[in-house]
């Protein structure tokens, strides 16, 4: 998704509409950056999480609901999708991605959980067929991931706040383990976590 809107080189009356757009839109990656790093700040378990499956714990703790996270292989244009139900949810993630990829999606996934955003249902992914759901999600019931699968997205607002919410959550994980004495790829792929 693009993070600026395309603007005509010259806008009427003689003045460019293209920097206008770009502090348009800085300013919405700052007020997105601010209100991300308060998310974090503010929220203890978030605060003092070293690694994804604490991540993980502070929105099974918000939610008050178990979080399942899986890798499998996913279709190209899906890099990951969250699900709801009624006695858990799952963050499904591509099992071909990077780590610092699946670590990426996982943390987007979470964000959508714990701010609970509705999806937009839209049909730009391809369909994908009940038989392959269930090989790749067995328990999981079809329509559910289907209509997951098939959503076009979150609201511009919603992706943007999870985006940023990824990217710096993401560099705390990285930074607290590089302070300690375990590698990166242990606070990024825990056990638990499944990522």
């Known amino acids: 998704m ?3 809107e395309p603007c005509p080189p010259h806008a009427p009356g003689g003045r460019s509409g ?32 070293a690694d994804m499956a604490a991540v993980v714990r502070a929105v099974e703790e918000k939610r008050g609901t178990r979080i399942v996270m899986v890798r499998v292989p996913l279709p190209p244009e899906v890099s990951a999708f969250c699900v709801r139900g ?17 670590a990426h999606a996982a943390l987007h996934e979470l964000f959508h959980l714990w701010e609970e955003h509705p999806a937009e249902d839209g049909g730009h992914a391809p369909e994908i067929d009940e038989a392959t759901v269930r090989l790749l999600l067995p328990g999981l019931r079809p329509e559910a991931v289907r209509k997951v699968l098939t959503r076009s997205h979150y609201a511009a607002e919603a992706e943007l706040g999870a985006e940023t919410f990824a990217t710096l959550m ?26």
């Open 86 to 102: 009624h006695d858990r949810e799952y963050v499904v993630v591509d099992a071909r991605a990077g780590e610092l990829t699946r």
């Open 2 to 4: 693009p993070l600026t």
């Open 18 to 49: 293209g920097g206008w757009a770009a502090l348009r839109e800085r300013g919405r990656l700052w007020a997105a950056t601010r209100r991300a790093g308060r998310l974090i700040h503010r929220d203890p378990e978030l605060k003092s999480a």
């Open 170 to 195: 993401l560099q705390r994980l990285r930074l607290s383990a590089a302070r300690g004495d375990e590698p990166v790829s242990s606070a990024l792929a825990h056990r638990s976590a499944g990522v």
